[in-house]
C-alpha cells in the first residue's frame, strides 16, 4: 500500500495525516514515518509575516542554507504570491532558480517599456507610461484589460508605481535594464534555492520547504473555492494540493502566514496561529 513515507521527518509525516485524513473522498490508508523514526520538535516552524520585512528575512534564511549547502524551495499556490520573496532575492544577491518570470520580464511590461524608448512624450515617466497602457486599453476593467491575467496587471501597475522615483523616462528605462540585467545575473539552474508552485512540485523534495502564504484565501485557494458547483470537492483539492506540498521537506518545513488569518488546514494539522513568530 505503500503507506510508510521515508522522505519526510515523522513531525511532518504526522501532521500532513491528519490533515489529509479530514478528507472523506480518499483512498483511506495509513501514512506513518518508518519504524523508530526520531519526532523532532524543530522539524516544522512557522515563521510570521506580519511584519513588512519578512522577505527580506527570508533572502536572509535562503542565503543561509545556501551557504550550508542544503537544496531549499519557497513554495505557494500561486505564482503571483512569490513574488515579494523573488524581489527580496534578487535585491539580496542571492541566486536562485525558478520558472516563475519576474515582473520585469513580463510581456506586457516589455512591450511598453520598448515602446517608452521610442516615444516623443517628455512627460514624467510616470504618465507616459500610463498612457501607453491606456492607449493599449489595458486598464483594469476596461475590455482589453479584462483579456489580462491578473499577474499582467499586477506587473503594469508595480511598473507604474516604480516609475514614481525616476525624474524623467531616461532615467528610468536605465534602471529598468540594470534591474533586468541583475536578475539574469543571479539566476542559476545549478542553484540550490528555488521559487515554484505546489503544482509544479509534484513528484520532487527538497531539505527545506517554505510554504509561503499559507493562510486563509491562499491556501485554500479563494477563487479555486468560489469558481466551481461543488465546492465541498475543490476544498478537498485544495487539502490534497497541501498534502503534497507539506510532503516536500526531507528536512525541515516552514509555514510562512499572518498569524491573523492562517489556513484553516493548520488547526487541521494540530496547530495554533499563536505558534507563529518573526526569523
Known amino acids: 500500500m505503500l503507506a510508510t513515507n521515508y522522505r519526510c521527518p515523522a513531525s511532518v509525516i504526522a501532521a500532513s495525516a491528519r490533515m489529509v485524513a479530514v478528507n472523506r473522498e480518499r483512498f483511506a490508508k495509513p501514512i506513518r514515518a518508518p519504524s523508530g523514526s526520531p519526532v523532532s520538535s524543530n522539524s516544522i516552524s512557522a515563521w510570521s509575516t506580519a511584519d513588512p520585512s519578512w522577505p527580506d528575512a527570508m533572502a536572509r534564511f535562503a ?10 524551495c519557497f513554495l505557494s499556490r500561486t505564482r503571483g ?9 534578487v535585491r539580496a544577491g542571492v541566486r536562485h532558480t525558478t520558472a516563475i518570470s519576474p515582473l520585469v520580464e513580463a510581456s506586457s511590461v516589455v512591450e511598453m517599456t520598448n515602446a517608452a ?18 492607449a493599449r486599453g489595458w486598464d483594469r476593467g476596461s475590455p482589453a484589460g479584462d483579456l489580462l491575467t491578473d499577474d499582467d496587471h499586477a506587473a503594469i501597475d508595480a511598473l507604474l508605481g516604480w516609475t514614481t522615483g525616476f525624474a524623467t523616462t531616461d532615467a528610468f528605462l536605465a534602471a529598468y535594464d540594470a534591474a533586468r540585467s541583475r536578475i539574469a545575473g543571479l539566476r542559476d539552474p545549478e542553484a540550490p534555492v528555488e521559487l515554484g508552485t505546489v503544482h509544479a ?3 520532487r523534495e527538497w531539505e527545506t ?17 468560489a469558481d466551481t458547483d461543488d465546492p465541498d470537492r475543490a476544498m478537498e483539492e ?9 510532503t516536500r521537506a526531507t528536512r525541515h518545513l516552514v509555514l510562512a502566514f499572518d498569524p491573523s488569518r492562517p489556513s484553516p488546514f493548520l488547526a487541521e494539522m494540530g496547530f495554533a496561529a499563536q505558534q507563529a513568530h518573526a526569523k
Open 209 to 225: 520547504v517554505v510554504l509561503v502564504s499559507f493562510e486563509a484565501d491562499s491556501m485554500p485557494n479563494r477563487r479555486s473555492l
Open 81 to 89: 504570491e512569490l513574488m515579494p520573496v523573488l524581489l527580496a532575492l
Open 117 to 134: 524608448r521610442d516615444s516623443d512624450d517628455r512627460d514624467h515617466p510616470f504618465h507616459v507610461l500610463r498612457r501607453l497602457r491606456t
Open 238 to 246: 485544495e487539502r490534497r494540493l497541501a498534502y503534497v506540498a507539506l
Open 201 to 203: 512540485s509534484k513528484g
Open 63 to 72: 542565503a543561509t542554507e545556501d551557504a550550508a549547502g542544503r537544496s531549499l
